[in-house]
T-cell receptor, first 115, second 114 residues
Framework: EAGVVQSPRYKIIEKKQPVAFWCNPI?????LYWYLQNLGQGPELLIRYENEEAVDDSQLPKDRFSAERLKGVDSTLKIQPAELGDSAVYLC?????????????FGPGTRLTVL | AQKITQTQPGMFVQEKEAVTLDCTYD???????LFWYKQPSSGEMIFLIY??????QNATEGRYSLNFQKARKSANLVISASQLGDSAMYFC???????????FGGGTRVLVKP
């Protein structure tokens, strides 16, 4: 069974440019998460989806960040415009069901470098 | 608010020896779950082990065991018989019963020496 797929794996952009990350969760997983991981730190939740509904986006900087999961499967995270401080790894994860103890499976992440 | 503390930024361990990674947490919720994840240089977070706050026994998964001391709010990971492939970052994380938000600690980097 395929795991969580993310693309691109690496992205280098200049500040003020837009960027988008794509995530395909494990088939059948209705819960999808986007995490931000700064260098040397643990991941921090940006947004959580239950199917196509964003049920927790309290940590998402909405002035420049947006996300969507239109059909309740794939998801896209966008930053516009990117800032130097956005350089980090963006991790996508998915889990089955709504039980909070369901294991979250992580993708390999997208490493963003903003110059 | 939840808080996870991993006080060891980095550790060396000799191959075939055991290593203990510390994790303390702070929560007022009676129901929660504790996870350990491994993150190799490839970047992917790999689930290792889970402990529920009401579980009576310490969790074990192969060479991984969790030393859960609820009164002390600690959930240390023990890796037995370390292998070179165990070299990675290790993160402790907690989840509350309400909501699926994982809160991670700062991580511990483990380097296994041959």
């Amino acid at each position: 069974e395929a795991g969580v797929v993310q693309s691109p794996r690496y992205k280098i952009i200049e500040k003020k440019q837009p960027v988008a990350f794509w995530c395909n969760p494990i088939s059948g997983h209705n819960t999808l998460y986007w995490y931000l991981q700064n260098l040397g730190q643990g991941p921090e939740l940006l947004i959580r989806y239950e199917n196509e509904e964003a049920v927790d986006d309290s940590q998402l900087p909405k002035d420049r960040f947006s996300a969507e999961r239109l059909k309740g499967v794939d998801s896209t995270l966008k930053i516009q415009p990117a800032e130097l401080g956005d350089s980090a790894v963006y991790l996508c994860a998915s889990s089955s069901g709504t039980d909070s103890y369901n294991e979250q499976f992580f993708g390999p992440g997208t490493r963003l470098t903003v110059l | 608010a939840q808080k996870i503390t991993q006080t060891q930024p980095g550790m060396f361990v000799q191959e075939k020896e055991a290593v203990t990674l510390d994790c303390t947490y702070d929560t007022s919720d009676p129901s929660y779950g504790l996870f350990w994840y491994k993150q190799p240089s490839s970047g992917e977070m790999i689930f290792l082990i889970y402990q529920g706050s009401y579980d009576q026994q310490n969790a074990t998964e192969g060479r991984y065991s969790l030393n859960f001391q609820k009164a002390r709010k600690s959930a240390n990971l023990v890796i037995s018989a370390s292998q070179l492939g165990d070299s990675a970052m290790y993160f402790c994380a907690m989840i509350k019963a309400a909501g699926n938000k994982l809160t991670f600690g700062g991580g511990t980097r483990v380097l296994v020496k041959p």
